[in-house]
């Protein structure tokens, strides 16, 4: 328990979106500079244990956290990027699965971490042990090489940078800085079109799993960076049911019309 995550804790929020689906949620910026918010997701599995996507410190309420949810049994990194935690997680939990994806073992700072499912490097149709709860679309022809992950029973759809919904508001306490590049970053804009767009170094590819995730049912979406709030409104009234929400009660909690800004986003590969 290091001295910077009791820090962390104080910025941190932790939440439960639905039954025994749990965020949490800090600022993160970045570069320094785009204030991105960064979030980890627990999952309670019914087989037992937690399934989490550690993308945040492992802070002492996120531990305090997490042992009122179960016995940790997969520690899931959603890309090539998202791995500034794996290390701690797995020294914590050494008994659960570390999941993650082929361009991770090419880290340094991973070299002594041991994988027990990788994406891209075992077979296509490889279970890892949480597939009856948790559905999994590898986007090999991504950028960052991104999971995107179904919780059926609860009908959310948990990704890391498939799918933005800025700005962060939960994840800097309630209001994100402003930034132009940030403010405009949500499923409905064209930005956000045209960067999933660019980001597929293979197009082929992202059609095909672009249309796997349309093919599911969810309703409400994750995202590692964003707001959990309504997608299916425009961008100004998004933000002000936002703002008056938070004067209100201090979070987002309108969590409806992710299949919609899914298919929003990746029109380009839809179409």
């Known amino acids: 328990m290091t001295k910077n995550n009791n820090n962390v804790d104080a910025e941190l929020v932790v939440r439960e979106v639905t039954d025994g689906v749990w965020t949490f949620s800090k600022p993160f910026a970045r570069g320094g500079l785009i204030p991105f918010g960064g979030r980890s997701t627990a999952i309670q599995l019914e087989s037992g244990g937690v399934w989490v996507l550690a993308s945040t410190p492992l802070t002492p309420r996120t531990r305090e956290k997490l042992s009122e949810l179960g016995d940790v049994a997969f520690i899931v990194s959603p890309d090539a990027v998202h791995d500034l935690y794996l290390a701690e997680f797995q020294e914590a939990y050494p008994a659960a699965k570390l999941i993650g994806v082929e361009a991770l073992l090419r880290k340094e700072n991973l070299k002594g971490l041991t994988f027990g499912g990788v994406y891209g490097r075992d077979p296509a149709d490889a279970a890892f042990g949480f597939e009856h709860e948790i559905a999994a679309c590898y986007f090999s022809g991504f950028k960052n090489k991104d999971v ?47 960067i999933v767009w660019a980001l597929g170094e293979d197009k082929d590819a992202m059609r095909r799993g672009a249309r796997t995730v349309a093919g599911w049912d969810f309703d409400r979406v994750i995202p590692c960076h964003g707001v959990r709030t309504r997608f299916a409104v425009s961008f100004e009234k998004r933000r002000r049911i936002s703002d008056f929400l938070r004067s209100r009660i201090g979070q987002d909690t309108i969590e409806t019309g992710g299949k919609r800004a899914w298919e929003a986003a990746y029109k380009l590969y839809l179409q």
């Open 148 to 194: 995107a992950f179904l919780h059926a029973r609860s009908r959310t759809l948990v990704e890391a940078d498939l799918l933005f919904n800025l700005p962060a508001h939960e994840q800097y306490g309630g209001h994100a800085p402003w930034f132009p590049f940030a403010a405009a970053l949500s499923p409905y804009t064209a930005l956000h079109r045209r």
